[in-house]
């Protein structure tokens, strides 16, 4: 299938600007069993579920759900993964959104600094904590976010007017980048449309927002993050899973 194969420049390309768009990763009977799987999971009582009328969220869903594994994790996938990064990284956070037609839900522009860690301690290079729905979280070395990458897989076609990523291209490469020091002089603003069954790939450290859905469109989306990057002090990652 075009895109892929690997492809230097578009590997360069990732490396450059912090994102990439890839279309046809899953085939509309894949995206409709991700779908009905989920909805069937959605219908059980789970303190790792978030329901609200602008969103309804699984975390831990494929630490959950492992059965979902080999329905995300196909060919074509895993051949992204491999020719962008490599074989050495697995998961270390999922996270299922679901955003109605309906929504007001938006996002500011921010940074994913932070990982999941199955406890608190006082290291060197490690912090601020928090602490939300019962989970460590905690901002790692810089090294280990410039490394890391997510996949976010689409189960509905997704524009501006539902509530696409809008990213700053190359802002990955600017370190601990604070949202209110933008210059909108010199940045450029892009709105990363993705297709059902296509995905996104993007470094945490890319700056992104997302916007109220307009078109009455859902937009259901699969947020899968991964690393290669074994922590200090006897910390654990709290949803290391192989793929």
Same mark, same amino acid.
């Given at each position: 299938m075009t895109g892929l194969i690997l492809n230097i420049s578009s590997i360069k390309n990732y490396k450059n600007v912090g994102y990439e768009v890839i279309s046809g990763v899953f085939t509309f009977k894949e995206v409709q069993l991700m779908i009905a799987k989920l909805q069937e999971f959605s219908r059980q009582d789970n303190p790792l579920f978030r329901r609200s009328e602008d969103l309804f969220a699984i975390r831990q869903f494929l630490k959950q759900f492992p059965e979902l594994l080999p329905v995300v994790f196909n060919d074509r996938l895993k051949r992204v993964i491999h020719d962008r990064f490599s074989d050495e990284y697995f998961i270390v956070k999922s996270i299922y959104f679901d955003k109605p037609g309906a929504s007001n839900w938006f996002v500011a522009?921010?940074? %994913?600094?932070? =990982?999941?860690?199955?406890?608190?301690?006082?290291?060197? $290079?490690?912090?601020?904590?928090?602490?939300?729905? #019962?989970?460590?979280?905690?901002?790692?070395? @810089?090294? *280990?976010l410039q490394d890391n990458f997510t996949v976010r897989i689409h189960l %509905?076609?997704?524009? #501006?007017?539902?509530?696409?990523?809008?990213? =700053?291209? $190359?802002?990955?490469?600017?370190? =601990?980048?604070?949202? #209110?020091? *933008?210059?909108?002089?010199?940045?450029? #603003?892009?709105?990363?449309?993705?297709?059902?069954?296509? *995905? !996104?790939? !993007?470094?945490? @450290?890319?700056?992104?927002?997302?916007?109220?859905t307009t078109n009455q469109q859902q937009r259901r989306v699969l947020h899968i993050e991964f690393s290669r990057s074994e922590l200090a002090g006897g910390l654990s990652w709290a949803e290391k899973v192989n793929c």
């Open positions: 522009y921010h940074q %994913d600094l932070t =990982i999941s860690v199955d406890k608190k301690s006082n290291l060197p $290079g490690y912090g601020p904590w928090t602490v939300k729905h #019962e989970q460590f979280a905690v901002q790692p070395p @810089l090294a *280990i %509905d076609d997704t524009d #501006e007017q539902n509530g696409a990523l809008k990213v =700053i291209p $190359g802002s990955h490469l600017k370190g =601990i980048y604070r949202p #209110e020091t *933008i210059d909108w002089t010199t940045e450029q #603003e892009v709105s990363c449309n993705v297709p059902a069954g296509g *995905i !996104m790939l !993007m470094s945490p @450290l890319l700056l992104h927002a997302s916007g109220r």
